[in-house]
């Protein structure tokens, strides 16, 4: 791993885990969003847990490279899913930007760690 991805890696754990965590907690900024994309509150449950497990995996890739690639995909799907959601209720891109820079930046360490990329039984 090249410290470009470990660097990166950091910052998305950051990320990802308070992230996750104020979904969890109810944080007003959160539930204001997921009513405004027009999603239930237990979704944002869903979601905050979903993230919370790709930040676990992603400190799980400090000693396995393996988990960070999967965790890439697995946040990479989620990211891709919310800028879909905020499209469809056609939100500005002042307000759909910080999915579209956070997918970019999943993307970019999945693509960094692609060879490791394997299936946990090969």
């Known amino acids: ?3 470009f991805s ?3 890696q950091s910052l998305l754990v950051i990320y990802y ?3 996750g965590s104020a979904k969890i907690a109810g944080a007003k900024y959160w539930t204001d969003i997921f ?6 509150q237990w979704f944002r449950v869903v979601t905050g847990a979903v993230q919370l497990a790709g930040a676990a995996a992603l400190i799980i890739g400090y000693w396995y ?3 960070v690639a999967w965790a ?3 946040l990479g799907i989620t ?3 919310a800028c879909l959601a905020h499209v469809r209720v056609k939100d500005s891109f002042s307000k759909t930007a910080p999915a579209i820079v956070f997918m970019a930046l999943v993307i970019l360490l999945t693509v960094v760690n692609a060879d490791s990329l ?5």
């Not at 009513?35 to 239930?40: A, G, I, W």
């Not at 394997?118 to 090969?122: A, D, E, G, K, N």
């Open 1 to 3: 791993m090249t410290v």
């Open 6 to 8: 470990i660097v990166l």
């Open 17 to 19: 885990a308070f992230s």
């Open 35 to 40: 009513e405004n994309l027009r999603l239930p």
């Open 65 to 67: 490279d393996g988990a």
């Open 72 to 74: 890439g995909v697995w």
């Open 79 to 81: 990211m891709v899913a």
């Open 118 to 122: 394997t299936l946990p039984l090969s």
